[in-house]
């Protein structure tokens, strides 16, 4: 059965810095499209960043150089690094992806970020 | 960035009756559409993939059309456990993968 549980999540100060981890079991992540997607309080969904499974990275531009997706292979777990957090950075953060690039087949529970001072 | 416009915005519909939801690309985006249904307090969950896939244990009720610019997706008889936010969402010119900005159906 495919799973993907994140953490990491909190409260963080504007300008402060906080990591999220998804880890994934039923599959490899290094063998999916793998992405983060968030969703602020009352919003709709905003897709983040994408790991492609050979590696490629991309980011949406609202978090183009504050934020740093990543994987590691052993543990199976997907990251996603948020840096210099702003107000509007706010959201329940979702790890989704799959087999098939832009199809968002899995997603896990999703972890809660909260940018205030 | 290809934007996608959902209308309406609300949809309120009694058990048994028929859904319909549209999703309207600001380019072509072919067949290369999703839907998806998130409850409250719920992960999005996938319903239907390239315009008119249903994803695996998804009800047959539920049905996709469309293509190019112009899509819909059809509850056929709506059941109370449909209520939810519905959104649609292109991977033809990505990235960036967007998403509409949903519409919720409401069960009378």
């Known amino acids: 059965e495919v799973q993907l549980v994140e953490s990491g999540g909190g409260v963080v100060q504007p300008g402060g810095s906080l990591r999220l981890s998804c880890a994934a079991s039923?599959?490899?992540?290094?063998?999916?499209?793998m992405n983060w997607v968030r969703q602020a309080p009352g919003k709709g969904l905003e897709w983040v960043s994408v790991?492609?499974?050979?590696?490629?990275?991309y980011y949406a531009d609202s978090v183009k150089g504050r934020f740093t997706i990543s994987r590691h292979i052993s543990k199976n777990m997907l990251d996603l690094q948020l840096n210099s957090l702003r107000p509007e950075d706010t959201a329940v953060y979702y790890c989704?992806?799959?087999?098939?690039?832009?199809?968002?087949?899995?997603w896990g529970q999703g972890t809660p970020v909260t940018v205030s001072s | 960035e290809t934007v996608l416009t959902q209308s309406p915005a609300t949809l309120s519909l009694s058990p048994g009756e028929r859904a319909t939801l549209s999703c309207r690309a600001s380019?072509?985006?072919?067949?290369?559409l999703l839907w998806y249904q998130q409850k409250p307090g719920q992960a999005p969950r996938l319903l239907i993939y390239?315009?008119?896939y249903r994803a695996s244990d998804i009800p047959a009720r539920f049905s996709g059309s469309g293509s190019g610019t112009d899509f819909t997706l059809t509850i056929s008889s709506l059941e109370p456990e449909d209520s939810a936010v519905y959104y649609c969402q292109q991977r033809s010119n990505w990235p960036p993968l967007t998403f509409g900005g949903g519409t919720k159906v409401e069960i009378k």
């Open positions: 380019q072509n985006v072919d067949t290369y």
């Open positions: 989704a992806g799959g087999p098939t690039g832009g199809i968002l087949v899995y």
């Open positions: 039923g599959f490899t992540v290094s063998s999916y499209y």
């Open positions: 390239d315009g008119s």
């Open positions: 790991m492609f499974s050979g590696g490629n990275t």
